[in-house]
């Protein structure tokens, strides 16, 4: 697939791709972010990690154009984004998944992936009724075949005509990643990719997210409750509490910080999280 | 539902515009191919009742995927489909009467009626739900008011005349020969939207319903897709209400109350919500259960059972209150509809004997 291998992989570049900028997020009284910056570089594998409610959703939210933070800016691709429309993101190259099922639950698989494309995809209802007369054919089936490599690299060939609604779990959630990658975004979104996952399906979701960034060369920011995973995969972890920042690093300083180990990790549970410990 | 995934064996495609037809399997291009074909003969073999009931159908299944395209595809609501069916026909016959011919009339009638379902439209895709469908109301009841006023546009309580279909110069207007223009549109129409259900804007639609936020995130304008929504059902209740008007010869703000939008809505929740083929099986269905009773009364007739209900004072009643029978109890017993059934049949002869 052409995409732009905006630095191939595993060293991400040092210039910026999106930059969160003290951003603050009130819902009426609840303060569900209070000042958080970062930034996430070209061609980074970002994870963020926090207990229950600690505002890790919001966040994304506020990237992806869901919510319009109270204070702050989001720039991405050297652009304030802040107000831009959720729909215009896609076009920008921003993509993402849902915590929750988000797929469109009576369609077929292709078709959900060929949603992704819509940005993409120039025929309209005039020439879409007309099909064979104006265009639209042809560029379906141009489009068509971009989705079966998506599709041939999520390995999800034998469910692509099974409409959406009937999928298994963890297949549900492979669409909705391939759905995403379809956008050919610069930046994916994943919120809690392999949440409800057996051991095996997180291992199959662990190496596609690896290969999206090695590979595919995409910029990625994670949601995640395995720490395992977390700190396996990823270049460099943010923590999250009460909306506020903890911590940014590496995986090991991370690990290390002694704030992370008693707000977050518990100090017991921290031989069981530790890396290795989980994926291969 | 997997049966959507069932395809005959040897029934491979090798290539992907093999696989992107517009019919599931073979077996239904045929069925839909042999349908039309058989129907170009039906003018030499049927009585001038079963052709207008054909008529009947096929203008009505035009208007009625309009509003499955709007309900059932986009998961919006409207209680006010038969004033843009009505829409439709007042503005053919005013543009015929214009000096318009007749095909070119009921084509711009279609499009008059999009700009006013648009009109409508552009506030009721704003909301949802319970205040769509009194928005939708609104529509209804301001149109149909607005019929009765406007004389110079459909003659007020008198009504229009609606001049006959003549291409040229040859008159297409009997029974006989309207069927064809009918057939035409029939196909046309829904050819259409078969195809648009395939192309982008069409997933788009579908995507809305479905699921607005991941629709959003996708780069679907939600509000664009919903307003489309009802520009699309628009257009094709003008489209069937033109046909209307100038097979009738006569249009008149009479029928196009209420009662017959929730006819629509039977319609199409009898045929199936999202399907473009149970369109037209609710209509079929539609319009033949009121002439069912009518059979059925007059076989009784004289009969005790007509003794006591005196079928012949309340059949309209009866015929009302089947209609809203036969509503109710899909909602409860067959809520994917007709089209649903259809297709749990062919699977079962599909598997037969090895069904379970
Ligand atoms: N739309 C909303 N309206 C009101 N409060 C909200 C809204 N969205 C989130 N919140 C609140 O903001 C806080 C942060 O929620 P958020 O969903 O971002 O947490 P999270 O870190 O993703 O948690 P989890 O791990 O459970 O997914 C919570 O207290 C939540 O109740
Ligand atoms: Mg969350």
């Given at each position: ?260 180990r008693k707000a977050y990790l518990g100090e017991d549970d921290l031989d069981e999280a530790a890396p290795a410990a989980l994926t291969? | ?86 829409f439709g026909g007042f503005a053919s016959a005013f543009l015929a009467n214009k000096g318009v011919p007749v095909p070119l009339a ?169 399907s473009i083929m149970g369109s037209l099986m609710g209509t079929i269905f539609m319009v033949l259960l009121p002439e069912a009773t ?63």
């Amino acid at each position: 697939m052409a995409l732009p291998a905006a630095s191939a992989g595993a060293n991400p570049g040092t210039a910026a791709l999106l930059s969160i900028e003290n951003i603050s997020l009130r819902f009426g009284g609840l303060k569900a972010l209070s000042d958080v910056s970062f930034h996430v570089r070209h061609g980074e594998l970002f994870s963020i990690i926090g207990p229950n409610g600690a505002g890790k959703t919001s966040m994304l939210n506020c990237i992806s154009g869901r919510y319009t933070p109270s204070e702050g800016r989001v720039v991405f691709n050297g652009e304030d984004v802040t107000r831009l429309k959720p729909n215009r993101r896609a076009a920008i190259g921003i993509g993402r998944t849902f915590q929750n099922l988000a797929l469109f639950s009576h369609m077929s698989v292709l078709d959900n992936i060929m949603v992704g494309r819509h940005h993409l995809l120039k025929n309209n209802f005039l020439t879409g009724a007309l099909y064979w007369i104006g265009g639209a054919q042809k560029e379906e089936l141009e489009h068509r075949r971009k989705v079966e490599e998506v599709i041939d690299f999520l390995d999800i060939q034998h469910v692509r005509k099974a409409s959406a609604g009937t999928l298994s779990y963890g297949l549900r959630k492979r669409v909705e990643l391939a759905r995403a990658v379809a956008l050919e975004p610069k930046l994916i979104l994943l919120d809690e990719p392999m949440a409800g996952m057996n051991l095996e399906e997180k291992e199959d979701m662990a190496r596609y997210i690896v290969d999206l960034n090695e590979e595919w060369g995409m910029t990625i920011i994670m949601i995640e409750h395995d720490m395992g995973v977390v700190m396996d995969i990823s270049h460099r972890v943010m923590v999250l509490d009460f909306g506020r920042k903890l911590v940014e690093g590496e995986p090991a300083e991370v690990l290390a910080d002694p704030h992370v180990r008693k707000a977050y990790l518990g100090e017991d549970d921290l031989d069981e999280a530790a890396p290795a410990a989980l994926t291969a | 539902m997997a049966i959507d995934t069932l395809r005959p064996c040897g029934d491979y495609r090798t290539s992907y515009k093999a696989d992107q037809t517009i019919f599931a399997t073979r077996l239904t291009m045929l069925f839909c191919v042999a349908g039309v074909v058989l129907a170009c003969f039906a003018p030499f073999f049927f009585s001038r009742y079963i052709l207008s009931l054909m008529i009947q159908i096929g203008y009505l299944g035009i208007a009625a995927l309009g509003l499955n395209i709007l309900v059932g595809f986009s998961g919006q609501i409207s209680v006010g489909h038969a004033v843009f069916f009505g829409f439709g026909g007042f503005a053919s016959a005013f543009l015929a009467n214009k000096g318009v011919p007749v095909p070119l009339a009921i084509v711009l009638a279609g499009l008059w009626t999009t700009a006013v379902g648009l009109l409508f439209g552009l506030p009721a895709a704003r909301v949802k739900g319970l205040y769509l469908a009194i928005a939708t109301l609104a529509a209804q009841f301001i149109l149909q008011d607005f019929f009765v006023r406007a004389e110079w546009f459909t003659g007020g309580t008198h009504g229009a005349m609606a001049a006959p279909f003549t291409l040229f110069g040859y008159d297409l207007s009997g029974d006989d020969r309207y069927f064809y223009v009918v057939l035409f549109f029939v196909v046309v129409m829904y050819l259409g939207a078969a195809n648009l259900m395939r192309s982008r804007d069409g997933r788009a639609l579908i995507a809305v319903r479905d699921h607005y936020l991941s629709a959003e995130m996708m780069g679907v304008n939600l509000t664009k897709y919903r307003t489309m929504a009802f520009g699309i059902s628009s257009f094709y209740a003008g489209i069937g209400g033109a046909l209307y008007a100038h097979y009738v010869g006569f249009m008149s703000v009479e029928g196009l109350d209420i009662l017959f939008s929730i006819q629509f809505l039977g319609m199409i929740i009898i045929g199936g919500l999202g399907s473009i083929m149970g369109s037209l099986m609710g209509t079929i269905f539609m319009v033949l259960l009121p002439e069912a009773t009518g059979w059925l009364a007059s076989a009784l007739s004289g009969s005790v059972i007509d003794q006591v209900l005196h079928l012949k004072d309340g059949l309209t009643y009866m015929r009302e209150m089947l209609i809203g029978l036969t509503i109710i109890l899909f909602l409860i017993f067959e809520p994917d509809g007709l089209a649903h059934r259809w297709r749990l049949i062919k699977a079962y002869w599909k598997l037969y004997p090895f069904s379970y």
